[in-house]
């Protein structure tokens, strides 16, 4: 275990430590258990223990689905290493269910709504009612605006623009301090993909993650990365029945051994997230060797699974098609989806379909022997037992391929839901902050 040294900032539930000869910081947890701003604090025990476990398991999900974050390793039951950052004076806030102050705010919005399209908030972080000397209505003010400028926050704990919640104005010289740009875009980029990492990963274990607070910060390098902690205080999180196994039975004012009790089991549960590091894998096969395969994967779609290139010509050699395919499985182990690229659309995906376990997707590689109108019809009317999906356009067969595999991996869950609900930011009203 690190040896701490100069300690460098104690808060409500953990203190932060120097490290001789070393550039990281050593996060030590508390365990110390506060909700009301403070009004409410008791000691509970093991809580250190389980907070630093569920915090490490979850950024080590976030890491292996390429989120930036200052998480570097655990260091012993209570601690872990994280790198140096300028923290950022936000809370942000992801919701896919409206609970808490979401609801004094949007008092026309019934409690548990789901949001199909998760709104993101930004809280601006203060104390004793003031920001850098600028006096506050409360702390923790909503961010309902920002620009070049400055922001525009109001009280969290009541509707926007009603006469008694009246705008405070934050200068951007307070607010962003010497950076020229806001990074409220970036911001809600990262907090949308990682609530769609943790949602993805507590959906195979039939849990809803309800509500998520995380923070940011520039590392030394000026990277913005993903910062603080994400423990069971962080969230609001639902078990298959619905109840509460968050820090919302403590606020409810539940005894503390038995709030300790699912502190214990979210802690053992974040055990699983190890399995569902590996990204899975999607295999482009094609017989042509100089056929054009990046036209499947770009940098984005890369991040949310592995994609494997593959040559054989399966309608000349079937036979060694399928060995070669079941070898490349066997090595593979975890869950796996097949694009043939060929110009004898049918055969390659057939062979493959019937040949092995894992879902196939036939895209028609450029060739005038294939016409829609008429070998359309040899796509659909496949023989029993060999299914295959059909796909004209490569990205679409992508797309797809993503869809499948997210039934178990939160990293394809979070690829292909983020682009889901991205499209539909561009069409609707659906609530988010706005970004000038």
Same mark, same amino acid.
């Given at each position: 275990?690190?040896?701490?040294?100069?300690?460098?900032?104690?808060?409500?539930?953990?203190?932060?430590?120097?490290?001789?000869?070393?550039?990281?910081?050593?996060?030590?947890?508390?365990?110390?258990?506060?909700?009301?701003?403070?009004?409410?604090?008791?000691?509970?025990?093991?809580?250190?223990?389980?907070?630093?476990?569920?915090?490490?398991?979850?950024?080590?999900?976030?890491?292996?689905?390429?989120?930036?974050?200052?998480?570097?390793?655990?260091?012993?039951?209570?601690?872990?290493?994280?790198?140096?950052?300028?923290?950022?004076?936000?809370?942000?806030?992801?919701?896919?269910?409206?609970?808490?102050?979401?609801?004094?705010?949007?008092?026309?919005?019934?409690?548990?709504?789901?949001?199909?399209?998760?709104?993101?908030?930004?809280?601006?972080?203060?104390?004793?009612?003031?920001?850098?000397?600028?006096?506050?209505?409360?702390?923790?003010?909503?961010?309902?605006?920002?620009?070049?400028?400055?922001?525009?926050? #109001? /009280?969290? %704990? +009541? !509707? =926007?623009?009603?006469? @008694?919640?009246?705008?405070?104005?934050?200068?951007?010289?307070?607010?962003?301090?010497?950076?020229?740009?806001?990074?409220?875009?970036?911001?809600?980029?990262?907090?949308?993909?990682?609530?769609?990492?943790?949602?993805?990963?507590?959906?195979?274990?039939?849990?809803?993650?309800?509500?998520?607070?995380?923070?940011?910060?520039?590392?030394?390098?000026?990277?913005?990365?993903?910062?603080?902690?994400?423990?069971?205080?962080?969230?609001?999180?639902?078990?298959?029945?619905?109840?509460?196994?968050?820090?919302?039975? #403590? /606020?409810? %004012? +539940? !005894? =503390?051994?038995?709030? @300790?009790?699912?502190?214990?089991?979210?802690?053992?549960?974040?055990?699983?997230?190890?399995?569902?590091?590996?990204?899975?894998?999607?295999?482009?096969?094609?017989?042509?060797?100089?056929?054009?395969?990046?036209?499947?994967?770009?940098?984005?779609?890369?991040?949310?699974?592995?994609?494997?290139?593959?040559?054989?010509?399966?309608?000349?050699?079937?036979?060694?098609?399928?060995?070669?395919?079941?070898?490349?499985?066997?090595?593979?182990?975890?869950?796996?989806?097949?694009?043939?690229?060929?110009?004898?659309?049918?055969?390659?995906?057939?062979?493959?379909?019937?040949?092995?376990?894992?879902?196939?997707?036939?895209?028609?590689?450029?060739?005038?022997?294939?016409?829609?109108?008429?070998?359309?019809?040899?796509?659909?009317?496949?023989?029993?037992?060999?299914?295959?999906?059909?796909?004209?356009?490569?990205?679409?067969?992508?797309?797809?391929?993503?869809?499948?595999?997210?039934?178990?991996?939160?990293?394809?869950?979070?690829?292909?839901?983020?682009?889901?609900?991205?499209?539909?930011?561009?069409?609707?009203?659906?609530?988010?902050?706005?970004?000038?």
């Amino acid at each position: 275990m690190a040896q701490p040294g100069k300690l460098i900032a104690e808060g409500k539930t953990k203190r932060l430590f120097k490290l001789e000869k070393s550039p990281h910081i050593l996060v030590v947890s508390k365990n110390d258990i506060t909700a009301k701003d403070g009004e409410k604090h008791d000691v509970m025990e093991g809580k250190a223990v389980h907070a630093t476990a569920t915090t490490c398991a979850v950024f080590e999900l976030l890491k292996a689905g390429g989120i930036p974050t200052a998480f570097v390793e655990r260091a012993g039951p209570d601690s872990f290493l994280a790198r140096p950052c300028e923290m950022l004076p936000y809370e942000v806030v992801t919701r896919r269910i409206g609970l808490g102050s979401y609801i004094k705010r949007n008092p026309d919005v019934a409690p548990k709504t789901r949001f199909e399209t998760l709104v993101v908030e930004l809280f601006l972080k203060s104390k004793g009612r003031k920001f850098k000397g600028i006096k506050l209505p409360a702390d923790d003010m909503y961010i309902a605006e920002v620009s070049p400028t400055g922001a525009i926050v #109001y /009280r969290p %704990d +009541m !509707p =926007v623009r009603v006469p @008694a919640n009246a705008a405070t104005f934050i200068p951007n010289a307070k607010l962003y301090g010497k950076r020229a740009r806001h990074p409220f875009a970036d911001i809600e980029e990262l907090a949308r993909k990682v609530f769609l990492i943790l949602e993805g990963a507590w959906r195979d274990q039939r849990w809803q993650i309800c509500d998520l607070k995380i923070e940011f910060g520039y590392d030394v390098s000026g990277r913005l990365v993903v910062a603080d902690v994400i423990d069971n205080d962080s969230w609001r999180l639902f078990d298959e029945t619905g109840r509460h196994v968050d820090k919302q039975q #403590y /606020r409810d %004012d +539940m !005894p =503390v051994d038995s709030v @300790a009790i699912d502190y214990a089991e979210v802690a053992k549960r974040v055990e699983r997230f190890k399995a569902l590091e590996k990204k899975p894998r999607i295999i482009i096969w094609t017989d042509n060797r100089d056929a054009d395969v990046s036209q499947f994967y770009n940098a984005t779609t890369r991040g949310y699974a592995d994609f494997l290139p593959a040559y054989f010509d399966g309608f000349m050699a079937p036979e060694l098609s399928l060995r070669q395919l079941a070898a490349i499985l066997e090595y593979e182990k975890g869950d796996v989806v097949v694009i043939t690229y060929s110009k004898n659309v049918n055969a390659l995906a057939l062979l493959f379909s019937a040949g092995t376990h894992v879902p196939v997707i036939a895209v028609p590689a450029p060739s005038t022997r294939f016409t829609v109108d008429v070998d359309i019809w040899s796509s659909l009317r496949v023989p029993t037992g060999a299914p295959v999906m059909t796909m004209l356009e490569p990205e679409n067969a992508t797309i797809a391929a993503l869809g499948v595999l997210s039934a178990r991996s939160p990293l394809a869950y979070m690829g292909r839901r983020y682009e889901m609900e991205r499209r539909r930011l561009k069409h609707t009203d659906s609530p988010r902050i706005r970004v000038q």
